[in-house]
């Protein structure tokens, strides 16, 4: 077994760790109140009285005989799920249904589709907010990249201070913040873009229509995703970047005549990459939970407006599947940048 | 390069000499003083009257600025309130008339926004007759309202009572032979007289001397009518109203203490914790050290947000319990790391060494030694957190997950955006609490800078 792989099969055993723990701890905080057996209880009762009432031989059942029917079906039904257990054991049995994306049943969302499982509502709406972050994300990060090291390279000019200043500002800013004075001024009053929406109603039949159709909402919300997260990463990228170039083997590398595009490329960036991916790490972690009000406030049918759904309906079920999913992402982020961090750093090749 | 000044007097010093640091204490400065100034002006009891709709039912609903008639003195008007009367009585055998009388001059160029009439009415058994005429400056005479008040207060809305909406329909029809199905009285009521007088965008303004009659026939001694008309404009106060009526200046200043006592506190306990626990965590051992990146790793999966808002959900926490869970989810964080880092450069130094040879003990080294070393930093982590935290709170507040009891900006700018401002363009609801929360984490930003700037050799100007 190489080092690194070694190395990766630590950090993700510890992270995985991290994980059931971020993600009993959301459990535990949902049941404090008691509020999701509750819930759950009330769910069983729910199905049982719809189930017993398609039934023709119910019907004819005296008041008591079929509160007592119920009684029955439910009580069993508590003791299948162990919703009768000690709340450790209960927890338990959450814990491993939220961790398999057992997600249970919304109280009153749907999907599309019509399904009323919080996993399929889920699901049906992951891509969306996938397509609007990653775009976003890599947009910012491939601008912020290249403006981090403009600015390192002329670090302390005019415009590398007030780079400074915008990515500090921005970094502090909520997207969605920046999205309803960019709502105001491009949609209200110039009139550029839709306000929100991921197409127009009803969509165009033919598939470059609705590509382009989808392109057009698509601006606005990735025009303010970008404009609020890429300070960030010209700002980490040019301390970075500043920080090696002031290591003794880039002067050497300068004294002895190299172009300094390939001072900047070989010499710096090699190096300065690790911690930018680390730096990464915050950004998109951030991403995703800035995701949920961006979403909402452009009305982009992802997960973070299905988040905004369930607080209005207050459909617990969907918010803690929403919880569990969006810790999930961050969990697979993490170790995606991991790795990257792995290959990128020669030094855990050697070490492990 | 000279050396980072160490010592919190001279980064002080230093953060007021450069014109970011100064914009920067200035616009905080700005924001305390309305913070401290808020209770005297708008008393807390007016703020805890903001969800109470009732209580705001005297302004114009969804006006913007007062000082825009002076800007655009074609599109806005303010609000004419008509309470002094004159009154004169003639007693008829057991029936009394009072004739009240008031008049006021229009010169608007736009038409009112709305019209409320508001009846107070005493009597004894029957109830008084009371008819309500309109004179206009050429001539006409409307009767805009007939009928009986009940005991109290009676509050017409013209525009949208039937009744008074059928009076303006049958002089309307009188006049021009058609019967609209819609009507606008405060459009017809203030029009010149043609066939287009409902139409608000063809009609002209009639401006001019306005009488107001009212008569009240009463039946016992005990009656008595007092009237007033409310003519309202569509501009009113500093940052006008919203669509519940409510004067935006209120919960705009009341957000300024709310934002700055959340966002600080938050930020300062935040902070001092993260940066005590990384600290700690590398001083005292490479067990210790993996115990807080563990934790600092859990910290990072765990969906902060989400969770706050299914607390928030489940519980319906006040802002003061949202304070608590935002510590709690905040222990280990980015200061964790820079605390970290620093530590790993002093604990190099020799003064460490010193203290640590003449038999000082790891904690003391840890707190009189190393922390000391790190206020300037942690003063420019406070200044760069606090606006995440006041933007965490208005965050929440946007979803409506606030504390209930209290106005803050992101509770105003959540109104603004679930009443559709954003769409049909009443900037002012959204322009000003936006402007103040940019204005707080200007100030923060400003100041997290140049303190970065003095204490960070990388960033400093020679």
Avoid: C
């Amino acid at each position: 077994m190489s080092n690194l792989t070694r190395y990766m099969i630590k950090r993700i055993a510890i992270l995985s760790l991290t994980l059931v723990l971020a993600i009993y701890a959301t459990v535990v905080i949902a049941n404090m109140g008691g509020y999701v057996d509750k819930l759950l209880k009330d769910q069983i009762k729910f199905e049982i009285v719809q189930k017993l009432n398609r039934d023709p031989m119910f019907a004819v059942l005296s008041n008591e005989e079929k509160e007592r029917l119920i009684a029955v079906q439910f009580n069993a039904r508590i003791k299948a799920a162990g919703l009768d257990q000690p709340f450790p054991i209960r927890s338990m049995i959450q814990l491993t249904n939220a961790l398999t994306l057992n997600l249970g049943r919304a109280s009153f969302l749907k999907s599309a589709s019509g399904s009323s499982m919080v996993s399929e509502i889920i699901l049906e709406r992951l891509p969306r907010t996938i397509l609007l972050f990653t775009t976003g994300t890599v947009l910012a990060s491939l601008l912020g990249l290249y403006l981090g090291l403009q600015q390192a390279k002329k670090a302390l000019s005019k415009f590398d201070r007030s780079m400074i200043l915008f990515s500090i500002f921005t970094y502090v800013q909520p997207a969605w913040f920046f999205g309803i004075l960019f709502i105001l001024l491009f949609s209200f009053y110039l009139r550029i873009f839709p306000p929100g929406g991921m197409v127009s109603a009803p969509p165009p039949a033919d598939p470059l229509g609705y590509a382009l159709d989808l392109l057009y909402h698509l601006a606005l919300p990735l025009i303010t995703w970008v404009f609020a997260t890429f300070g960030y990463w010209s700002y980490t990228t040019r301390n970075i970047v500043l920080q090696t170039m002031s290591e003794d083997f880039v002067t050497a590398a300068k004294a002895r005549g190299l172009p300094s595009n390939r001072v900047l490329f070989r010499y710096v960036l090699r190096p300065a990459s690790p911690p930018i991916v680390t730096g990464m790490v915050f950004a998109l972690v951030f991403s995703w939970t800035g995701a949920i009000i961006t979403e909402a406030v452009f009305n982009w049918p992802g997960l973070g407006l299905l988040f905004l759904l369930a607080i209005e309906v207050l459909d617990a079920p969907v918010l803690i599947g929403l919880t569990v999913v969006l810790a999930y992402l961050i969990f697979l982020t993490v170790i995606l940048l991991d790795i990257i961090y792995a290959i990128l750093d020669p030094r855990i090749k050697i070490s492990g | 390069m000279s050396a980072p000044p160490t010592g919190l007097k001279q980064v002080f010093r230093e953060v007021l000499r450069s014109k970011t640091g100064i914009i920067g204490v200035v616009l905080l400065l700005f924001i305390t003083s309305l913070a401290l100034l808020t209770p005297f002006i708008a008393p807390f009891d007016i703020a805890k009257k903001w969800n109470d709709i009732q209580w705001w039912s005297d302004n114009p609903v969804l006006a913007a600025p007062s000082w825009m008639t002076i800007i655009m003195p074609d599109k806005y008007s303010t609000t004419i309130i008509l309470d002094e009367f004159s009154s004169t009585t003639t007693q008829q055998g057991d029936i009394r008339i009072t004739t009240h009388t008031s008049s006021f001059r229009y010169s608007f160029r736009n038409f009112p926004s709305e019209i409320k009439l508001v009846l107070d009415a005493d009597y004894e058994v029957q109830k008084p007759q009371i008819r309500i005429t309109l004179s206009r400056p050429d001539g006409e005479n409307i009767v805009i309202f007939q009928g009986l008040p009940n005991k109290g207060e009676n509050i017409v809305n013209l525009s949208l009572d039937p009744q008074s909406q059928d009076l303006i329909v049958s002089y309307l029809f009188s006049n021009f032979g058609v019967a609209p199905s819609a009507v606008y009285p405060e459009v017809v009521l203030f029009a010149v007289k043609d066939a287009n007088m409902n139409d608000r965008m063809k009609a002209s303004v009639l401006r001019g001397i306005y009488r107001l009659t009212i008569d009240v026939i009463a039946f016992d001694d005990r009656t008595e009518v007092r009237p007033r008309l409310y003519v309202y404009g569509n501009a009113f106060g500093l940052f006008g109203t919203d669509a519940f009526r409510r004067d935006l200046i209120v919960g705009i200043m009341w957000g300024a203490p709310i934002a700055l006592a959340f966002g600080t506190i938050a930020a300062v306990v935040t902070v001092l914790l993260q940066v005590i626990i990384g600290a700690a965590g590398t001083w005292f051992g490479t067990r210790s050290d993996e115990l807080v990146q563990r934790v600092a790793d859990f910290f990072l999966i765990i969906p902060v947000l989400p969770i706050l808002i299914l607390v928030n959900i489940i519980y319906g926490i006040n802002i003061w319990a949202l304070l608590g869970w935002v510590i709690l989810f905040s222990l280990v964080g980015v200061s964790s790391k820079v605390a970290r880092s620093m530590v790993l450069q002093i604990r190099e130094e020799q003064y460490i060494e010193a203290a640590i040879s003449y038999g000082a003990s790891k904690k003391r080294v840890l707190f009189l030694y190393m922390l000391p070393r790190m206020l300037p930093y942690m003063f420019a982590l406070i200044a760069l957190s606090a606006p995440i935290y006041i933007f965490l709170e208005a965050t929440l507040s946007f979803l409506d997950l606030g504390d209930p009891n209290i106005p803050s900006w992101g509770k105003i700018l959540g109104d603004a955006y679930e009443e559709g401002a954003l769409y049909l363009g009443y900037w002012w609801w959204v322009i000003f609490p936006a402007l103040m929360i940019i204005l707080v984490s200007l100030g923060f930003t400003l100041f997290a800078y140049s303190f970065d700037k003095v204490v960070n050799p990388r960033l400093r100007e020679e």
